[in-house]
Each structure stands twice: as structure tokens, then as C-alpha cells.
């Protein structure tokens, strides 16, 4: 049993850790909570912290991931594959779920809540020197983190765009490009090819470049941007077409398909440049993806009887690929929890969901957050039939308690709703 001041100071650890995240999130402008005014149009902040820092992402070696879609569970597999091959390895992932520390793990176990506050207790003159956002902190926090550790490797995906993302000062063993559409238009350009320039920004020197999925209008992009820095690019589906592969997966997205033929492609890369990663590491690695990283919030089934399954899927083009999957599922009655953030295209992703379900329409607790309110009008205008309940359990509660066995309950819409599932 814990003796009394042993408890205190546990509490007084807790509430340290709170108040350096507190600091972090007040003082630091965080494009998860605000939007696009904390968006910085250069890397200068990043290459100024990392240099009074040692330069520590020039200490380990890296494999860099970027796309709209796909990028998050792309980097997990391929750290879950590398972890099962014996290597020492980072990941670096954004926006977290339950807790910041999940940003930053090294074989699948997240950075210790006192190694985040010293770091920010050693640094608070350079963060208030500087005035990083809160992104480009975190970002080199987990570089220091990374070459203090020695990691063999570490997987590193992008947060936003690609070519002017704090993550792209490391010059990686190769980097990865899942799938590009549309989504941060008001920062990334609102057409396939500017958005496509961005993401192409994270191509480098000599760096293999590996884009997973052919797209016809932009692929050109990627061929002559690879061309003119004498990198060597493939299309993962060309390597390791979707229909050929036969990997059991632990993520159970039907959509993680389109993600596996670029994650191959990532490991033929890191084979040929002398990782030994075998077949039997490869089918470890994908069966046990979420058992070796942690991963959360992907096609995940919260329970049963009735079905309960999230997703953080907040575009267009992944709310189709989660649609799709649903319309293949058997179940009565279909029960949708749904919020969304303000700078999405609401109109065109509502204008997508299925019209015979009942919707339950909440607002995360974030200030980028759509008003709830608003959302349930404009689903009215679109015919679809619902209730209004801000909070995110609260109307999974309403859900349940409306839902038969049978029926099938979905919650989505936006990262930050998955985020407040109580029982994630």
C-alpha cells in the first residue's frame, strides 16, 4: 500500500504534468485547437530550436510520411514492422487521442510524463526565445527525445502539408506519400495538384520516395519533383498491387488495404538498404499493429450486441471509404454519433451520409469544434432525421439506449469526437 507521502507525490508528478501542458497549450499557438492561425509558413522556428538543441534529428536514422489519408496507419504498421524485427524505434504520430505522451513512443511505449516536463523545464527559455507553435516544440521534442534514447530508426508523420512541416528538416532513409485529396484546403490549396506540391515537398536529395497509390491527375507531380532531385520514386500498388497481397492485418478498416502496398514498399526499400526484416517480421508486425504501438480510433469495435465502432476519418474521402464499409455491414438499424470541426466542408460530408439512419449530433470540447447547433440544422436541410446533444457520451449513451442488439452504432466525424469516448 502506498503510504502518504508516496501518494502526494504521485499527485504533485500528475499536477506538474498538467501544468506543462497547460503552459504549452496557453502560451503556444496549436493548429489542433485553433485552426489555421497557428500554422506556420516556414520551418524557421523548427531549424532554430533543433540547432540550439545539437541538431538531434540529424542523430538517428528516419523513415518520413506523408498524405491526407492513410499517413497515421501507414506509420504504425511500419513501426510495428520494424519493432518486430528488432530494431529500437521511434514514432512520431499526431494529433493525439487520450494523451499527449501518445505523440511520442519509442517500441510502442510513450514518452515518460516527466521526461515531457523537463524537457519543456530545460527549454523554457528557448520556447519563450523563440515562440515556436505549439506543433513545432512538440515535434523537436520528440528528435531530442529520439537520439537520447539511441533509436535504431524512427517513423516520423508529417502533421500538416509536408513541405513546410516542422517535421521536414530530417533527411530520412526514405520517405513515404500514401494518398493525397482534398482536406486543409485553406492552407494546402484547394485543388489535387497544389495540394500534391505540398506533400511533394517532403521528396529529397537522393531519398527513395515511395507513393502508395497511383492518382492519374498528380502523379506527374511526384515523378518530375523525385526527377529533378535525382531521388528514386515507385507506386507501392505497382510493386505490391492490393489484390495480390495476402497479410493478415490487425487494423480492420477494409481501407487499410490501400495503405498496405506503400508500407511494402517502405520495407523492400529498408531491406535493400541492409535491414534484415524477413517475411515472418512483415506478418507480426501487421497482425499485431495496435498491440506493438497503441494504436486507437481506427475501425476500432468498442463492443458488441450492439455493435459500437469508431473512426477518425474526417474528410470527404476518407468519410466515402468508412461509408462504404458500413454498407457492407448487416445490421437493423444504423445509429451515427456524429460532430465535426468549423473548418471542414460540412455541407459536402453530410451530404454524403446515408439518410436512414438516426443521427445524434455533438460538438467536441475543442474551440475548432462546429457548433453542434449549426450541424444539427444544416443535416435537417439535407433530410437527415436526428437529436441534438453537445456532449460526445452523452449521445453515445442516447445511442445505446436506443440502439436494439441488432442495430449498429457508429462514431465519427471528427478525430477530437473519438478523442472523448469514454471507454477508448
Not at 530494431?87 to 513512443?105: A, C, D, N, Q
Not at 505549439?134 to 521534442?141: D, L, N
Not at 508500407?263 to 498491440?291: A, F, M
Not at 444539427?376 to 445505446?400: C, K, P, Q, T, Y
Request: charge should be negative.
Amino acid at each position: 500500500m502506498l503510504n502518504s507521502f508516496a501518494i502526494f507525490a504521485i499527485i504533485s508528478r500528475l499536477m506538474d504534468f498538467q501544468q506543462t501542458l497547460d503552459y504549452l497549450f496557453s502560451a503556444l499557438p496549436m493548429y489542433q485547437r485553433i485552426g489555421k492561425s497557428a500554422y506556420k509558413k516556414n520551418l524557421d522556428n523548427t531549424l532554430a530550436l533543433c540547432e540550439a538543441l545539437g541538431n538531434p534529428q540529424t542523430q538517428f536514422k528516419s523513415v518520413h510520411i506523408a498524405g491526407t489519408n492513410g499517413k497515421g496507419s501507414s506509420a504504425h504498421m511500419i513501426s510495428a514492422i520494424l519493432q518486430s524485427a528488432g530494431y529500437k524505434t521511434g514514432l512520431y504520430t499526431s494529433p493525439h487521442l487520450k494523451s499527449f505522451t501518445e505523440r511520442i513512443r519509442i517500441n510502442g511505449i510513450e514518452i515518460l510524463e516527466q521526461a515531457v516536463i523537463d524537457f519543456v523545464m530545460d527549454h523554457k527559455h528557448l520556447i519563450e526565445e523563440i515562440k515556436p507553435s505549439f506543433f513545432e516544440i512538440t515535434v523537436v521534442m520528440a528528435f531530442e527525445y529520439f537520439a537520447r534514447q539511441k533509436v535504431d530508426i524512427a517513423v516520423i508523420e508529417v502533421g500538416l502539408g509536408g513541405r513546410l512541416d516542422s517535421t521536414n528538416v530530417i533527411t530520412p532513409e526514405v520517405s513515404l506519400i500514401t494518398n493525397i485529396s482534398l482536406d486543409h484546403q485553406e492552407m494546402l490549396g484547394d485543388t489535387l495538384p497544389l495540394i500534391a506540391i505540398e506533400k511533394a515537398g517532403i521528396i529529397k536529395e537522393g531519398v527513395p520516395i515511395v507513393i502508395g497509390q497511383r492518382q492519374i491527375e498528380i502523379e506527374d507531380i511526384f515523378i518530375n519533383r523525385a526527377s529533378a532531385l535525382n531521388s528514386p520514386i515507385v507506386f507501392g500498388e505497382d510493386q505490391f498491387p492490393i489484390d495480390e497481397n495476402n497479410f493478415d492485418l490487425q487494423l480492420r478498416g477494409d481501407y487499410q488495404q490501400n495503405n498496405l502496398p506503400g508500407v511494402l514498399s517502405i520495407v523492400d526499400h529498408l531491406v535493400k538498404k541492409g535491414y534484415k526484416i524477413t517475411h515472418d517480421h512483415i506478418q507480426n508486425g501487421l497482425i499485431n499493429t495496435s498491440d506493438l504501438t497503441g494504436l486507437k480510433g481506427r475501425w476500432q469495435i468498442l463492443q458488441e450486441d450492439p455493435a459500437m465502432i469508431c473512426d477518425t476519418g474526417h474528410n470527404v474521402a476518407g468519410i466515402q471509404l468508412i461509408l462504404k464499409q458500413l454498407s457492407r455491414m448487416a445490421y437493423n438499424q444504423l445509429h451515427i454519433v456524429w460532430g465535426m470541426v468549423d473548418d471542414k466542408d460540412s455541407e459536402s460530408v453530410l451530404s454524403l451520409l446515408p439518410n436512414e439512419a438516426k443521427y445524434y449530433f455533438c460538438q467536441a470540447n475543442v474551440p475548432r469544434a462546429k457548433k453542434a447547433q449549426l450541424l444539427f440544422e444544416e443535416a435537417n436541410i439535407m433530410g437527415l432525421d436526428g437529436v441534438l446533444i453537445e456532449d460526445v457520451n452523452e449521445s453515445i449513451n442516447a445511442a445505446s439506449q436506443n440502439a436494439d442488439k441488432s442495430d449498429l452504432i457508429f462514431i465519427g466525424g471528427s478525430t477530437f469526437v473519438v478523442a472523448e469516448i469514454a471507454n477508448l
